[in-house]
């Protein structure tokens, strides 16, 4: 990114907002006068191709008070539950934007600090979608990273119009061309390979395994296996 910045007026969706408009115009137009504000001077292809905006949304449990607050990310990072029966990624995607209760947030117009909440949202979804598993952790008690060898279902066909706020309908299916496995049990060691599709082509609907200097043609139904640490998804437009 910052070898291919370059000064750019971010285009709004909205000119302007006033206090008569929905919430929903309100929410884009700050996020991406945010955005605008912090990339217009260092502005690339990677923002436009891989960041996402992102709001983290406050509640009052006992009133209708919430803030939001914008930011934007381009890598979606997914923690791996050990004590998680299902091994869908849908139940992770669910964990990550789900409510999460405060202990200690105190509502800026009622006081109230109990059962206030926090969930993510996703404003805009990128062009192109990367999940990392979050595979690798660190145990205090151990003084040393570890790996979570668990199973995760993931679909060729990606639906994140659950988690975003705005345009649910909208730009919301992803479409599965990369996977990055790692073969191991440890993170200091392993092997990395990938598995690839070229959804540019018409022609070539096929999967590719790279592994090293070979490149082999696999079956769609090897695509999802146990040794997924990132996937990449492309926008359906």
């Not at 952790?137 to 705005?166: A, G, Q, W």
């Amino acid at each position: 990114h910052e070898a291919k910045i370059y000064e750019y007026d971010i285009p709004l969706t909205y000119s302007v907002v006033t206090d008569d408009d929905d919430v929903h115009k309100k929410i884009i137009y700050n996020s991406e006068e945010k955005f605008k504000k912090e990339y217009s001077q260092k502005y690339s292809w990677v923002l436009k191709e891989l960041f996402n905006k992102q709001a983290t949304i406050t509640n009052c449990s006992n009133c209708s008070y919430y803030t939001i607050n914008y930011d934007s990310q381009h890598i979606l990072q997914l923690p791996i539950l050990e004590n998680m029966v299902s091994t869908s990624i849908y139940d992770y995607l669910n964990n990550y934007f789900g409510k999460e209760i405060l202990d200690c947030w105190k509502c800026d117009s009622c006081d109230n600090t109990n059962g206030n909440s926090k969930q993510y949202r996703f404003i805009e979804c990128p062009q192109t979608l990367i999940i990392q598993l979050k595979r690798f952790e660190y145990c205090t008690k151990r003084n040393s990273r570890f790996k979570i060898v668990k199973h995760v279902d993931y679909p060729l066909i990606l639906n994140m119009s659950p988690y975003k706020l705005v345009n649910k309908s909208i730009n919301s299916k992803y479409e599965l061309f990369g996977v990055v496995n790692h073969r191991g049990v440890s993170p200091f060691g392993g092997h990395y390979y990938s598995y690839c599709k070229n959804i540019k082509s018409k022609k070539d609907n096929n999967w590719y395994k790279l592994n090293d200097e070979t490149i082999t043609q696999i079956s769609s139904d090897k695509i999802i296996n146990d040794n997924a640490y990132i996937l990449f998804y492309q926008l359906i437009n």
